[in-house]
Every structure is written in C-alpha cells, then in structure tokens.
C-alpha cells in the first residue's frame, strides 16, 4: 500500500481559477483609444503587459483590456484585475490596488483591505514563493500607473 503523498506546495499556486484565467484571459485586448495606458515588464522573468483604460467624465472605467505576455501568474493576475476593475471609479480602483498589493507584500493585512480584495486572495498562495509576487503584482502597479493617466 502507497501512503498518502503530501499534496505539493505548488497546487496552492496553480489553483484551477488561476489556470482558468491564463488559459481563457479576460478583456484580452487592446483599445486603441484608450486615454489612460500603462506599460509594465518584469525583465527578471519576461512578463511584459501593456493596460488600457477607458474612464468616463466621471472617472468610472467603462471599459479595461490588457495585450502581453507572461507567465501563468500574471496573466490571470491581469485578466482577474480587469475584470475587477471594470465599472468601478478611479477611488474604487486605487483602493482595491492598495488592498491586493498590501496582502501581497505585507505580513499583515488590515480587515478592511481582506475586505476589499475577495476573490483574489487566491493569489495570497504565491507570498509562499517571493520571486513570484513580482508576477503577480506587474499589471497592478502598471494599473497605478494608468489610473494617474
């Protein structure tokens, strides 16, 4: 009889969510009009995004997309963002980068940012594999970068 193996560190980094987002990315595109863009490249690993923002005279993001390439982490890091982003307000938009960039590079995280964040503390697994934060954190900072326009 074979005892039980361990389950593998990795399978908390490569949930199926993760998996399902590099495969079938959201809002895969780019918007030529776009006013608000950002470029961002990790050149440890090769993950090199580009982000477009459309916002209205609100400041409401009526529509996201992002062209690119990269590792697993950070494509669906990028597709899940979008998705999260599109229909909020610039504030909204900031407050949610604050919080996921927190859970990702602090020890500690504020209830109120594990509040914010939701669905993507899936992506608290990759903190166990530090040279994986950049992944994840690119498209976000490239997010910042796009919301000062």
């Known amino acids: 009889m074979i ?21 079938k990315p959201r809002n895969y ?53 979008t998705t999260m982003v599109k229909g909020k307000k610039v504030e909204e938009c900031q407050t949610l980068l604050k919080s996921f960039l927190e859970m990702m590079t602090q020890d500690e995280v504020s209830a109120e940012s594990k509040e914010n964040i939701g669905r993507l503390s899936m992506f608290g697994g990759v903190k166990e594999f530090p040279i994986r934060v950049k992944c994840a954190t690119l498209i976000w900072h490239a997010l910042a970068d796009a919301l000062k326009g």
């Open 3 to 23: 005892p039980d193996a361990p389950e593998p560190k990795l399978s908390s980094l490569y949930q199926e969510v993760i998996l399902e987002h590099n495969r």
């Open 29 to 81: 595109k780019e918007i030529a009009d776009a006013k608000n863009y950002a470029h961002g490249v990790n050149p440890l690993c090769g993950d090199d995004y580009h982000l477009y923002l459309v916002l209205d005279d609100q400041g409401v993001v009526q529509d996201v997309g992002f062209t690119g390439s990269g590792c697993a982490i950070s494509k669906s890091s990028a597709s899940i963002m």
